[in-house]
């Protein structure tokens, strides 16, 4: 064999074996991957309807990854607490967070933790919130219409609690409010459970949230006036959306799970495979009809480009309502 071509050859070999030799650790580490439990972090309290669903999608995608997915509640700044423990964990997949359209949205509010287009990997986006807002059975307020009535004779006097300033909950009523010309009070709280604990306890006039509030309206303790989105409910068919009352207000609010930036791509392609199949087990289907929630898959790709798409429109939102960041 001529010496130029036994070169080549060996040139050619080197170079393969190169190129393996740099795939290699990736594949090892999603192989290898887990050797211990996975935190996912839920930025809500215990005992509500986001808790309750990613505790069922965690022991599902645990079962996947042949590991365990270990929920860590953190509660407070409006979901944001999950998503700042992502920016100086390690892309190690041990840390995850539950990503809600919060965090296309809070940095046009106020300073925040992280750069939500450069600090995480955006794994799947699973599923998405069904909001309405709630007053007690035994309140004067029985329509959207007694709403208005009372709070265009008592500004201000009107308050309504949500899981937080900035999230859907929040901002839906105050674009309603603001198509309604009226003022209302807004209580931020942590989650789901302290908001309806407070609408119990007669300390606000109503609350806006995502379902959690569902069998108190079940039982007969709650009434629910409207829901935001673009059609009625098949729970509530009865229960008219804000937008054909004549308010034009639609928030749809999916979210996914998040990683630290720099993940390999063959541990987020492990990640993925093992959340898009939560959503064919049938607890996890069953706990997300149980709270009105529908699927809402999209994959690391697509869910990466709905990341930078809406990050731009959540801009123009906060900017149309007012509530965009002061400058310094």
Known sequence: MPRFQTTRRRFVQGSLASAAAVALPGLALAQAYPSKPIRLICPWPAGGSTDAVMRSMAESAGKALGGQVVIDNKPGASGMLGPNELVNAKPDGYTLSQLTIGVLRMPHMLKTQFDPMKDFTYIAC?????????????SPIKSVKDLVDFAKANPDKFAYGSTGNGTTPHLAVEEFASKAAIKLTHVPFKGSSDGLQALLGGHIMAHSDATGWAPQVEAGSLRLLATYGSKRTKRWPNVPTLTELGYDTVSDSPFGIGAPKDMDPALTARLHDAFKKTLEDPAVLAM????????IYMNTADYTKFARDNYAKEKALIERLGLAAKPA
């Open 288 to 295: 997300l009809d149980k709270y009105d929630q529908s699927v």
């Open 126 to 138: 699973l599923t998405g919130y069904t909001f309405g807002l709630v007053v007690q059975a035994s």
